[in-house]
């Protein structure tokens, strides 16, 4: 029998825990709708979930929407007839069932001893082009990077972690979409007449959503995102003051998402 390449073992074993994660996430959402399919925070985790599971899903799948998992991602948001026709969207409990059972798919062909077909081609694909926006160039894969690990902290359960990487990316990006803004251009917006690098993480989100460059998806931020910085001494050791909860670290990773957007509308 074929012996599998360690690269790919080692690739199969960390989607296998990414998607392990995502089948825990999904459990909570489906209990948060269940308990209340109005309320605004299992909405939004829900929306951050499914948005979590689609880009997995697509790098599984190759990028290819013809491939099996793709499929299934998508015929599970569909309520269909006794025809098989698609007549209506399914309710928010069901689309997530439905997804759960995909990311359970998805484990059990990963775990499959032969080979690891499921991800041969999505091995050779690109990384995900989440940071084009971002116009230092030399910014792009440090900011993507610390991205996955902000997701893996939330998987981890590392909140900490989660949230500091979260604002980290943010206050990057902010930074570089006032920097090619300009400062002589911002100064109209009420920007302090120091030096962009000198700022303050408050000071650069305030002065970017002034210049029109992001809108007010910031003030969602929880108070300990806002003391960020403080949160680690002299030596880059953790020195959180204040416990970082679950909910801090996701509303934290929803504001990101909401900024990438106002940064890259065609997103």
């Not at 995909?102 to 690109?126: C, H, K, M, R, Y």
């Not at 690990?149 to 981890?156: C, F, N, Y």
């Not at 302090?192 to 690098?197: F, H, N, R, T, W």
């Not at 801090?248 to 909401?258: C, H």
């Amino acid at each position: 029998m074929e012996v599998m390449d360690e690269s790919l073992r080692s690739q199969i074993e960390v989607y296998l825990s990414h998607l392990n994660g995502l089948i825990r996430r999904g459990g909570q959402v489906r209990e948060m709708l269940r308990a209340d399919p109005a309320s605004a925070a299992a909405i939004a985790a829900t929306r951050a979930w499914q948005e979590d599971c689609g880009i997995t899903i697509n790098q599984l799948s190759g990028g290819s929407k013809a491939h099996w998992l793709a499929r299934s991602f998508s015929e599970a948001f569909l309520m269909r007839s006794g025809t098989g026709h698609a007549v209506e969207a399914a309710t928010p409990v069901e689309i997530v069932q439905r997804l759960v059972s995909v990311l359970e798919q998805a484990v059990a062909s990963l775990s499959q001893s032969d080979n690891g077909s499921l991800i041969s081609a999505s091995s050779e694909t690109p990384s995900p082009r989440r940071f084009e926006f971002v116009h230092n160039r030399e910014l792009r894969p440090v900011v993507e990077r610390a991205y996955r690990d902000s997701r893996r902290a939330l998987e981890q359960q590392d909140y900490e972690t989660a949230l500091l990487n979260s604002c980290g990316i943010l206050e990057a990006i902010v930074t570089d979409a006032l920097e090619h803004k300009g400062l002589s251009a911002l100064l109209a917006s009420g920007a302090p007449a120091e030096k962009i690098a000198d700022w303050s993480f408050e000071t650069r989100l305030t002065v970017a959503e002034r210049a029109g460059l992001i809108r007010s998806g910031c003030a969602r931020l929880p108070a300990v995102a806002w003391a960020y910085r403080d949160s680690t001494n002299a030596n880059g050791n953790s020195g959180t003051k204040a416990a970082v909860t679950e909910r801090d670290a996701r509303l934290a990773g929803q504001v990101l998402r909401v900024v990438m957007r106002d940064l890259d509308p065609g997103r």
